[in-house]
Nanobody, 126 residues
Framework: QVQLVESGGGLVQAGGSLRLSCAASGRTFSNYDMGWFRQAPGKEREFVAAINWSGRSTYYTDSVKGRFTISRDNAKNTLFLQMNSLKPEDTAVYYC???????????????????WGQGTQVTVSS
């Protein structure tokens, strides 16, 4: 089992920044590819970004490219999402997720992730 705990969400004005963290425990963190997903009220969960086990490969949904950066610190078992130039449409609950390394991170398919955190709320005011 992998336990994931997100933090860093909050209320920010449009154009502002937030940095989300996801602390992992239970298994060797570097054995997992990681992803960030989000779900806005009344909408389906959507893929935001993914990073492979080493941190050398990343993938983003088009709407956050150039604004969000996913990264990881395997020594500290932590995943990050730096979010800049935030927009009201970024408002959602953000979840981190883990899946065993070796598969593709390029499809953004939440169904391939085995472990999920409880989520952290991000609210962007206009």
């Amino acid at each position: 089992q992998v336990q994931l705990v997100e933090s860093g969400g909050g209320l920010v004005q449009a154009g502002g920044s937030l940095r989300l963290s996801c602390a992992a425990s239970g298994r060797t963190f570097s054995n997992y590819d990681m992803g960030w997903f989000r779900q806005a009220p009344g909408k389906e969960r959507e893929f935001v970004a993914a990073i492979n086990w080493s941190g050398r490969s990343t993938y983003y949904t088009d709407s956050v490219k150039g604004r969000f950066t996913i990264s990881r610190d395997n020594a500290k078992n932590t995943l990050f999402l730096q979010m800049n130039s935030l927009k009201p449409e970024d408002t959602a609950v953000y979840y981190c997720a883990a899946k065993p390394k070796g598969g593709s991170i390029w499809n953004g398919d939440g169904g391939t992730y085995d472990y999920w955190g409880q989520g952290t709320q991000v609210t962007v005011s206009s």
